[in-house]
């Protein structure tokens, strides 16, 4: 059932994120999932991505999408507590999570207010400071988030915008 999954995610664009001032491609990594399931869940679905996957702090768990029927990714889907997981410089896992950051001079503030007055993606602001935001996608879309921070830094203020981003390295064999 991975191949039909597969292709549902597989028609999403690959994405990039921009890391101490360089574009860095992410590339969708087709076979791995990363699912936002609560510890204590006890359902037959629950117990078995946390027997197949890799369970992580916080409940989550990465997993292969092999093992999951169709009607299972669906199901999850639907939810919204499935991510997808990309890869970046060919070995390390990136799960973009809904939320970024965005660190500015107190006196950019304003610009960065007439930057996101222009943005085409709904959002709303988690946490404001002096020198520092958090904003959230209202379509809870990691790529949403992705896409925000990108659009911000490429504005070409001297702001910081930083995607939330899980990295997730594979063991050494």
Do not use: C
């Amino acid at each position: 059932m991975s191949d039909e999954i597969t292709s549902i995610t597989s028609g999403r664009r690959n994405r990039y994120v921009y890391a101490l001032g360089r574009r860095i491609k992410l590339t969708l990594e087709p076979a791995y999932t990363y699912i936002e399931m609560i510890k204590d869940d006890s359902s037959d679905i629950a117990k078995k991505i946390a027997a197949q996957g890799t369970v992580l702090p916080g409940g989550a768990t990465l997993t292969s999408k092999a093992v999951l029927t169709l009607a299972e990714w669906m199901s999850l889907s639907k939810t919204g507590i499935t991510r997808n997981v990309y890869r970046f410089e060919n070995k390390i896992l990136a799960v973009p999570l809904p939320e970024l950051r965005v660190v500015f001079d107190a006196e950019k503030r304003n610009e960065v207010f007439k930057i996101l007055e222009k943005t085409t993606i709904p959002f709303e602001i988690i946490r404001l400071g002096n020198d520092q935001m958090i904003l959230r996608p209202i379509s809870d879309l990691s790529e949403d988030a992705l896409d925000l921070a990108n659009y911000i830094y490429e504005q070409g203020i001297k702001v910081i915008p930083s995607a939330r981003v899980l990295r997730v390295m594979e063991s050494p064999e």
